[in-house]
Every structure is written in C-alpha cells, then in structure tokens.
C-alpha cells in the first residue's frame, strides 16, 4: 500500500517521513476494510429487505441488543486507537529537540502573502523586534538593529535554507492573520496563529539537489493566498554556512547612520525577490 500511495506522495526528505507515510498506509487499509465492509452490508440490506419480499413494513422496529453491543465495541476501539496511538504520536511530533542534538532554530514569520524567515546568525541568539520598527519594504519583521544581538541577524523572503541532518526547530508566527506552514517533503503543517510562537521540529535527511521545494501556505489567508510561497532549499552545512555568510548584513561601524543600515536591508530583499522570482519562472 505504501509504494501505491508514493506515487502520488511528494519526495519525502525528513526523519521522521517513513513512519508518518507508513501511518498514512495504515489508514487507507482501514478505509478499504470499512469501505467494502459497508457497501457488502448496504447490498444485503438492498436485498433482505427489498418491498418486493416484505410488502408491509414492520412497525415495531429491531429487538435485538445487537447494535448496541456494536456500538460500544466500536466506542471502546476508539478509545483504544486515541489514547493507545494518537496522544503517543503527538507527544513525540511536539516533543523538542534535545540542546545536545544541536538544533537549528529559525523564525519564520507569516504574513500575507509572503514568509518572512530570520536568522539568529553567528552568535546564535535572535535579536529584539518591535512593531514600531516595521517598514514593509526595508525591515519587514520590525528587527532593531540597534540591539547588540540583531546585529548578526539574516532576514530573507520566501527563502528558507536549512543543513541537511542538522534538526531544526521553526519558530512559527504570523503578522496578520491565520497561515499554515506547508512543507510536503518534510512531512509537515502547522497553523500559524497570530499572537502566538508556535515551535515546530524536524530534521531534514536529504539535499534537495536543484529539486524544487516549495513551502505553502495551507490556509485559506486572502485574496492572493495562492501566491503564498516559499522556497527550501537542504543543503550540506558547508554550503548552508556559505549562503549564510553571503546572506550576512555587512558590518556597519556604529557611527554610520539608520537610514544607511535601512538602505542596505532593502538591497537584500530586492536581492531575494528576484531570487524568488527565478524560481517561479519555471
Ligand atoms: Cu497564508
């Protein structure tokens, strides 16, 4: 069942891929068994109690306890499958990465209709942000680059790199409204909810090697939400950490001004759109 599935499955390129593919086999067997064994009990019942072998109908209903007995076994099973299999398996899908695995920890920050992504950079601690420092076209997550922190912090549009193997946490929130961020080869979706930071995990197991790899957004957000797309692309860490240095703001001495820092932020973006817009000419 699960080869059948893949050949309509996107790539999988996470850890955790194989076992949710193997759950998604699991269900469709589940489905096929209910759905022969229903449309078996439809045709028997089409049959045994056509108007043609039983003209007048029996008023007094079933007086069998059959059905209840059904019933509460079907009840049980439930139980069985939601405490025995769904509450383990979301533990685990929101259980996060141990310090000593290293995680990767980025900020991606949805709005509509593009996905902001920051980068802590070198010193591994995400500068502040505010939304008074919000400018749409020069610093779109609101970053305060007079923070000593956000000094070193990346900012990119719709372009998401990540090491392969490395895990990763994102770090998901939204500008405006509802979003969801869709990645298919990694096996994930969660909804990004404004007002709150919603972390997600997984570890990338594949390079995407000029694969297209996209990142939707999977709710319905407004008018141009069709065009809510991202790019991600896996790559070694020698190559992640070579994009990051390219993608690193310049360092600018303290005394040179705020507009010059703005200026160059919005080199960065321009510098990014058209990346984004290289890949959506396909
Ligand atoms: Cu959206």
Redesign the pocket.
């Given at each position: 069942m699960q080869e059948f599935l893949a050949k309509w499955m996107p790539p999988n390129a996470a850890a955790h891929g194989p076992s949710l593919d193997a759950m998604n086999a699991i269900v469709h067997w589940m489905m096929a068994i209910l759905f022969v064994g229903w449309m078996a009990y439809f045709l028997l019942v089409l049959f045994k109690f056509s108007s043609k072998r039983h003209p007048k109908a029996v008023y007094a209903g079933t007086k069998s306890h059959f059905s209840m007995y059904v019933e509460v076994g079907i009840a049980v099973i439930e139980v069985i499958l939601l405490i025995g299999f769904a509450f383990p398996a979301w533990a685990s899908w929101v259980e996060p990465h141990e310090p000593g695995e290293n995680p990767l920890v980025v900020r991606v920050i949805?709005q509509?209709?593009t996905w902001n992504v920051h980068y802590p950079g070198p010193d591994g601690v995400f500068g502040s942000t505010s939304i008074e420092l919000i400018d749409e076209a020069s610093n779109p997550i609101g970053l305060d680059r007079s923070d000593a922190m956000a000094v070193d912090d990346i900012v990119t549009i719709n372009q998401l790199h990540l090491p392969v193997d490395r895990p990763v946490t994102i770090l998901l929130s939204s500008k405006d409204?509802i979003?969801?961020f869709g990645v298919p080869v990694m096996r994930v979706k969660q909804d990004v909810i404004p007002g709150m930071e919603i972390p997600m995990y997984f570890t990338p197991v594949k390079t995407n090697d000029g694969e297209r790899w996209e990142i939707a957004?999977a709710?319905l957000?407004?008018l141009s939400?069709y065009s809510?797309r991202g790019y991600l692309t896996v790559e070694t860490e020698a190559e992640f950490e070579a994009w990051l240095a390219e993608k690193a703001p310049a360092p600018v001495e303290p005394a040179e001004s705020a507009a010059q820092e703005a200026g160059e932020a919005a080199d960065d973006e321009a510098a990014s759109d058209a990346e984004a817009e290289d890949h959506s000419g396909h």
């Open positions: 949805a509509q209709f409204v979003h969801s957004c709710q957000c407004g939400h809510m």
